[in-house]
């Protein structure tokens, strides 16, 4: 009985305390208020919204497990004899950097589950982060209000990019080292400034001794610091303009219909951090990953046989491949364009393609209002095309990085494969842009079908004449709502003759853009609900 009572004095005293410091605190700061609105802040419920936290998640598990490791790698490019776990390279010298690795892969406990799951969570944030832009510019989630969240988003991939190079590169292994070599040649090939660029990276002639240690600065300290913060501006963005959803029933461009965040989603999202967790511990643990003891120490006049980078940079290295041996002297300058085209050009075309697109569809359009509904992408036949080109393009780069490798396990010509993938680089995704629209307004059509004739029921009825006729029954409103809730504006009328050619060519590129499409037939009082639904609101910035 003392001791419970105890227990209860100690219980209300701190209940007391807790209370006294949120009173003290919430006079000072809008503490209440704030907690009160993110906390019943709703979430849609689907599946593709998991990917934004997937790749949360990862980049978590990724400071974890980093975290850890800085606390035993030690970088750097002078050499030292190894003589440690690891028997077949005792004896060899080698650098700070790879000899530091060695040690946490063999003399340190746990050391190489750590370091196979900071790769593999490397990779699946990539995949994640991926995944997540194709599903944002599929479902035209970028648009008014949210064109800054969707640069932030762009940003965050071509920074995550750069971190999982720095990352990659740290061991100073074979591997790595080869990607440097790569690196190099890379900034060198920048016209006028490339070799004084790259003689300060590097403090001189490839490979230099002090660019593993300016690494390792970027990697641990510039490059997280900047992903943390954009993905902090990021979440608050999302917050502050709400979620976008998928239409349906009760859900239009003015509210968010979905589960609280507490006690719901907060529930939700921590059981699937633990499944990130758990399933990058699992391939840690049974999925070697980067084995850098098999590669060796890195050595200026040596190249692995079948080097290729992580999957995420891999367009870069086919890029590199199918590019002829294209070069100009100018001025006593040697341009190099098959260096510079596909390593320097062709990424920042598709940076800035990413982040302006928003603007361009938006320009074409003429439509200043804002989109809080998702977009089927069979709804919008030209953005999915494009986006379906744009995959099959950087597929195909991709598998040019693995040409030797392709050539040496099937017994093909290296010089066969690289021309099949040159010109499947400009042919398979002009056919993949017209399969993707045409398989678009197939299934349009096919929308339109049920909504004039119902769904087939699966019987068949015989009439006296001795015809066959497939059975139907009328939609689902469920499935009714899904097809006649979706925004396609009119294509714009053409022009007059003495119209500007800036109109002319707006008006143009509207009617390719918006000009197939299939009218679903709708009664007067869908097409109200359906003018409700798609009703947007508007914001008094410009």
Not at 77 to 104: C, D, F, R, W
Not at 116 to 125: C, D, E, K, P, V
Not at 450 to 459: A, N, R
Not at 462 to 467: N, T
Request: hydrophobic share 50%; aromatic share 12%.
């Amino acid at each position: 009985m003392l001791f419970r009572r105890r227990r209860q004095h100690a219980r209300a005293v701190a209940r007391e305390a807790v209370r006294t410091g949120f009173t003290v605190v919430d006079r000072r700061a809008p503490v209440a208020e704030i907690a009160k609105a993110l906390l019943r802040k709703a979430f849609p419920d689907h599946w593709s919204f998991l990917l934004g936290e997937l790749a949360l998640y990862s980049l978590l598990v990724l400071v974890l497990t980093g975290t850890w490791l800085t606390l035993f790698f030690e970088p750097g490019t002078k050499e030292a004899l190894y003589n440690g776990s690891y028997v077949p390279l005792q004896g060899l010298p080698m650098s700070t950097a790879y000899l530091s690795t060695l040690h946490i892969t063999f003399d340190i406990r746990g050391g190489l589950l750590i370091r196979q799951m900071h790769h593999w969570a490397a990779l699946i944030f990539m995949a994640a982060i991926s995944v997540h832009l194709l599903r944002i510019f599929f479902t035209g989630s970028f648009r008014r209000p949210r064109e800054f969240n969707w640069a932030i988003g762009v940003s965050l991939f071509f920074l995550s990019l750069l971190e999982g190079f720095c990352g990659y590169s740290l061991p100073d292994d074979l591997l790595s080292g080869t990607g440097l070599r790569t690196a190099n040649t890379i900034v060198m090939s920048i016209p006028v400034v490339g070799t004084h660029l790259a003689y300060l990276l590097w403090d001189g002639a490839f490979p230099g001794h002090l660019l593993n240690n300016r690494l390792y600065i970027l990697h641990v300290l510039f490059v997280p610091g900047a992903l943390i913060a954009l993905v902090t501006v990021h979440l608050m963005l999302v917050v502050y303009l709400k979620h976008t959803q998928w239409s349906g029933r009760g859900r239009t461009n003015h509210n968010v219909v979905g589960q609280p965040m507490f006690p719901h989603f907060i529930a939700k999202s921590t059981g699937l951090f633990l499944m990130v967790f758990a399933t990058v511990a699992v391939l840690g643990t049974v999925a070697q990953v980067n084995p850098v003891w098999n590669y060796g120490p890195y050595r200026a006049d040596q190249v692995s046989t079948g080097a290729q980078p992580d999957w995420y940079v891999g367009f870069l290295e086919g890029a590199l491949r199918l590019m002829p041996r294209w070069e100009l002297a100018v001025a006593g300058h040697t341009v190099m364009w098959n260096v510079l085209l596909p390593a320097v050009v062709l990424p920042g075309v598709l940076a800035v393609l990413l982040i302006a697109y928003p603007v361009f569809e938006r320009w074409i359009t003429g439509d200043r209002g804002e989109y809080h509904l998702c977009d089927r992408p069979r709804d919008q036949p030209t953005r999915t095309a494009l986006g379906v080109a744009g995959v099959v393009a950087y597929a195909v780069l991709l598998a040019a990085g693995g040409n030797d490798v392709m050539a040496f396990s099937f017994r093909l010509s290296v010089n066969t494969l690289t021309w099949v993938f040159r010109v499947g680089f400009f042919v398979f995704p002009v056919l993949a842009f017209l399969l993707t629209k045409r398989l678009c307004l197939a299934m349009q059509s096919h929308e339109l079908h049920v909504l004039t004739h119902g769904e087939e029921t699966g019987y068949v009825t015989q009439r006296v004449q001795g015809s066959l006729e497939p059975g139907h029954r009328p939609a689902s409103p469920v499935r009714l709502y899904r097809f006649l809730v979706r925004d396609l504006p009119e294509p714009a009328p053409a022009p007059g003759a003495g119209a500007p050619r800036r109109s002319r060519l707006r008006a143009a590129l509207n009617r390719w853009y918006f000009r197939r499409r299939v009218s679903l037939a709708a009664t007067a009082d869908q097409e109200r609900h359906v003018e409700e639904a798609l009703a947007r609101p508007e914001r008094k910035t410009p």
